[in-house]
């Protein structure tokens, strides 16, 4: 089986099974926004986009996800309780928009209904994002074109 996230590799039925469970118990599939405000703007940017995550607060897990995959990225972050005590580190992998979409469809197959069912959320959200994005697009330059 090969998956194409940051380069072309060849994935065993171990290592996919690996990966479905990990997947399964602590990943995440769905839509991220983020927004943020330039300097000088008054007006606020934003954008949304598919996201696929996993996370855990074993470091050796998401590096072995991180190198059957090929991905680049590992995110860490140290969570608090509302008091301020630290709790352990967490380990994050994720990947957006198509390279989402192609770990979510390589993984879709393996996992329960419910996983399922946030994939095909993602799917028709990200599609609709997509279509949407190429419409504004469209708009825009006709908008920005000389009139004759």
Avoid: C
């Avoid at 990943?27 to 954008?47: E, H, P, S, T």
């Avoid at 301020?84 to 996992?111: D, F, M, Q, R, T």
């Amino acid at each position: 089986m090969q998956i194409k996230i940051q380069k072309e590799k060849e994935i065993s039925d171990f290592e996919l099974g690996f990966i479905v469970g990990i997947y399964e118990g602590e990943g995440w599939f769905g839509l991220r926004k983020n927004r943020w405000q330039n300097k000088n703007q008054l007006k606020f940017n934003a954008m949304v986009y598919a996201r696929v995550e996993v996370s855990s607060t074993d470091r050796d897990v998401i590096e072995k996800i991180k190198e059957v995959l090929g991905i680049e990225n590992i995110d860490t972050f140290q969570p608090r309780d509302k008091y301020g005590k630290y709790y352990k580190p967490v380990w994050k992998l994720g990947l957006n928009s198509n390279s989402a979409i192609e770990l979510a469809n390589l993984l879709y197959p393996y996992l329960s209904k419910r996983r399922q069912w946030q994939i095909e959320k993602m799917k028709i959200f990200h599609k609709s994002l997509l279509e949407d994005y190429e419409i504004l697009k469209k708009l825009e330059k006709s908008a920005t074109e000389p009139k004759n």
